[in-house]
Every structure is written in C-alpha cells, then in structure tokens.
C-alpha cells in the first residue's frame, strides 16, 4: 500500500512538473550569459545555464568558455570536432536546462 501511494504522489509530481511551461528567451538574452560567473548557451533550441560545469567539464573549461552566451549546438554534437558526448553528460546537460529558444 505504502509503494502506491509514493509512486502516486511521485507522478502526481512528476505530472505538476512537466506541465508548467518553459520559459522563452532570445539569443540576444543569452548572449549576456557570456562569463565564467554566468555561463549560458543554446543547444537543439534548448537553453542551458552551464556556470556549475566549468570547473568540472570532463574537455576543460576552454570548450564551454567558448560558448558561453552563444548557440553551441554544433559545437556541443561534435565536442569541437572531437567526437559525440556521451549519453551521460547529455543527461547531465539536460539537468541545467533553464528554458527554450524564442524564436
């Protein structure tokens, strides 16, 4: 009985969560997300705050520091011509999400 009423409340949650709707934002209010202390960027018209991965960016700092404020996705799918991101650290990205690209 207990297990129910936790996966109940948890898709209730999960539900809640999933309906509110992303905020919206230019690339022109990303573009001033463009520093080490504020590190933003867009990949696949999803808007991410990447600050917190700087430091412990698996590439460097160097490959975010370069995007920052900017539309990364090429940069993102091909790690700078490097390969693909693991399904791990698209996960993790997907985790910094903070909106969508207006368009």
Same mark, same amino acid.
């Not at 700092?61 to 520091?65: A, G, T």
């Not at 995007?67 to 900017?70: A, V």
């Not at 993790?92 to 910094?96: P, R, V, Y």
């Given at each position: 009985?207990?297990?129910i009423i936790a996966l109940s409340v948890f898709f209730a949650a999960s539900s809640a969560f999933a309906a509110e709707p992303?905020?919206?934002y230019t690339l022109e209010e990303v573009a001033k997300h463009n520093q080490r202390a504020d590190c933003w960027f867009v990949v696949n018209d999803k808007v991410y705050d990447v600050t917190k991965v700087i430091p412990n960016h698996g590439g460097g700092? %160097?490959?975010?520091?370069n995007?920052?404020? %900017?539309e990364a996705?090429?940069?993102f799918e091909t790690?700078?011509?490097h390969? %693909?991101?693991?399904? %791990?650290?698209?996960g993790?990205?997907?985790?910094?999400q903070v909106g969508i690209l207006k368009k």
């Open positions: 009985m207990n297990k992303q905020k919206a700092e %160097k490959p975010i520091l995007n920052c404020g %900017k996705t090429k940069a790690q700078g011509g390969g %693909k991101h693991s399904a %791990k650290a698209r993790f990205l997907d985790g910094t």
